[in-house]
């Protein structure tokens, strides 16, 4: 079971499963509704999918013709999208709470990502965020 909600808390859903990969979508409304570099997302068949709680507040908007994509009103995290003549939703993976057992297997639309954007070990990894004059308030000396 994959259970997802938004940043508030007053909307969740389940799923049964995953039924398609993880993918990071680097296409330009993703990274624009997202405000991020890309959004990982997977697939998930209509039957496997269901609403727990929230249902007043989730609102949607049509991002490309035919495509849907949902958010909470109160807090404004995108949960899922879909394509109204497709048997399936599109999880926002940044919104699902439980493991959903696999590991993201591609990047697509990445001839959209962004110059500045890399990846891979020549970049520092922090296990939480970095103790360095670059992440302190600006003006902090400290």
């Known amino acids: 079971m994959i259970l997802g909600s938004c940043a508030c ?3 969740a ?3 049964d499963q995953l039924d398609g990969p993880i993918c990071h979508c680097h296409c330009k409304t993703c990274r624009s509704v997202h405000a991020s570099s890309y959004s990982s997302t997977a697939r998930v068949y209509r039957e496997h999918f269901r609403w727990l709680r929230g249902h007043a507040l989730i609102r949607n908007f049509e991002s490309s013709p035919g495509k849907r994509r949902h958010f909470c009103r109160a807090c404004g995290t995108h949960l899922i999208a879909e394509w109204s ?3 399936y939703v599109i999880l926002r993976m940044g919104a699902v709470d439980s493991d959903p057992g696999v590991m993201p297997s591609t990047h697509i639309w990445y001839s ?3 110059s500045w954007l890399r990846y891979g070990e020549e970049l520092p990894h922090y296990s939480k965020g970095p103790k360095s004059a670059l992440m302190r308030p600006h003006g902090s000396k400290r």
Do not use: D, I, R, W
Request: aromatic letters at 8%; charged letters at 15%; hydrophobic letters at 35%.
């Open 9 to 11: 808390g007053k909307v």
């Open 13 to 15: 859903y389940e799923a």
């Open 85 to 87: 003549h497709l048997a």
């Open 112 to 114: 959209h990502s962004p």
